[in-house]
Nanobody, 118 residues
C-alpha cells in the first residue's frame, strides 16, 4: 500500500498563495489517482482536486481558476498550488490515493493545516 505525507501548510493572508506537497512511498505511484480533500471545523470533508497518472485533473467548482494540482511521477509527489486564497479555504488538507476504477480513497496522509486570515 502507498503511504502519503503532506507538507506545506501554514498561515497566510487572504489573497496569498501556498503550495502543498504530497510525497508517496511504498506503492506503485503511477497506478493511483491522487486527490486533495479538506475538512473545515464543524464541516464534512470535501473534495478539492484530483489527478490521474496521465495528468487528467478534476476540481471542485469553488477552487477552479485558483488552485492547480500537478504531479511528478518521477518524484512520486503531487502538488496543490493554491492562489488567491480566501478565509473559506481554511481547513485541514489531506492527500489521498485511490486505484483507477474505484471510487473510495483507500490511503490517506495525516493532513496539513491551512489557515487564511482576513
Amino acid at each position: 500500500q502507498v503511504q502519503l505525507v503532506e507538507s506545506g501548510g501554514g498561515l497566510v493572508q487572504a489573497g496569498g498563495s501556498l503550495r502543498l506537497s504530497c510525497a508517496a512511498s511504498g506503492g506503485t505511484f503511477s497506478t493511483y489517482i491522487i486527490g486533495w480533500l479538506r475538512q473545515a471545523p464543524g464541516k464534512e470533508r470535501e473534495f478539492v482536486a484530483s489527478i490521474y497518472s496521465s495528468g487528467f485533473t478534476n476540481y471542485q467548482d469553488a477552487v477552479k481558476g485558483r488552485f492547480t494540482i500537478s504531479r511528478d511521477n518521477a518524484r512520486n509527489t503531487v502538488y496543490l498550488q493554491m492562489n488567491i486564497l480566501k478565509p473559506e479555504d481554511t481547513a485541514v488538507y489531506y492527500c489521498a490515493a485511490r486505484r483507477v476504477g474505484t471510487s473510495d480513497y483507500e490511503n490517506w496522509g495525516q493532513g496539513t493545516q491551512v489557515t487564511v486570515s482576513s
